[in-house]
T-cell receptor, first 114, second 117 residues
Framework: DAKTTQPNSMESNEEEPVHLPCNHSTISGTDYIHWYRQLPSQGPEYVIHGLTSNVNNRMASLAIAEDRKSSTLILHRATLRDAAVYYC???????????????FGTGTRLQVTL | GAVVSQHPSWVICKSGTSVKIECRSLDFQATTMFWYRQFPKQSLMLMAT?????????EQGVEKDKFLINHASLTLSTLTVTSAHPEDSSFYIC?????????????FGPGTRLTVL
């Protein structure tokens, strides 16, 4: 599985935008970029995913570099409820006949302060 | 998004006993379910992948005779930890994927905290 590299931790002030980076220099053409987040003592929550184009949903935006070797998750206005560990994961979608799986790295712990 | 539930949310058991954890997809049919384990301050580790009606595929290092997985229907998977020991104490999280195997979102349950005394 192609690996991702994320900073261990980041801090943000409430109501400010947050840019969470992820490097994936060994990404293959069939890898989708997925972002999940995990609040303490809870299961991961789906945030967003994309392949090549930038993506937006109600939770966040995903900006993907043109060469796809990096991506950035953007929270437009951080709130205290956004404090969590954010995981950037590559999932291989090539048609192998077997279920592709999500392999979690260590993620970025986001702290949000007043 | 889709909802995945787990039961129980926490369980305490004596060493040597077996514990069953249920995972249900509440509003979609899950063709594939996954079981993860997470130790304190660590990331999630995939234990096994199961498709409805077939045997689970275990990750390297996971004992299939100790962690029994049954995916009997499109909405239910169970994980049984047999002869549990204190080192099995962990946070167990299931995940489910609907529809086409490819390019579909994977949803996670809230987790089950197992404590073995």
């Amino acid at each position: 599985d192609a690996k991702t590299t994320q900073p261990n931790s980041m801090e943000s002030n409430e109501e400010e935008p947050v840019h969470l980076p992820c490097n994936h220099s060994t990404i293959s053409g069939t890898d989708y970029i997925h972002w999940y987040r995990q609040l303490p003592s809870q299961g991961p929550e789906y945030v967003i995913h994309g392949l090549t184009s930038n993506v937006n949903n109600r939770m966040a935006s995903l900006a993907i570099a043109e060469d796809r070797k990096s991506s950035t998750l953007i929270l437009h206005r951080a709130t205290l409820r956004d404090a969590a560990v954010y995981y950037c994961i590559l999932r291989d979608e090539k048609n192998t006949g077997t279920a592709s799986k999500l392999t979690f790295g260590t993620g970025t712990r986001l702290q949000v302060t007043l | 998004g889709a909802v995945v539930s787990q039961h129980p949310s926490w369980v305490i058991c004596k060493s040597g006993t077996s514990v069953k954890i249920e995972c249900r997809s509440l509003d979609f049919q899950a063709t594939t379910m996954f079981w993860y384990r997470q130790f304190p301050k660590q990331s999630l580790m995939l234990m096994a992948t199961s498709n409805e009606g077939s045997k689970a595929t275990y990750e390297q290092g996971v004992e299939k005779d100790k962690f029994l997985i049954n995916h009997a229907s499109l909405t239910l998977s169970t994980l049984t930890v047999t002869s549990a020991h204190p080192e099995d104490s962990s946070f167990y999280i299931c995940s489910a994927r609907s529809g086409s195997v490819f390019r579909s979102t994977q949803y996670f349950g809230p987790g089950t905290r197992l404590t073995v005394l």
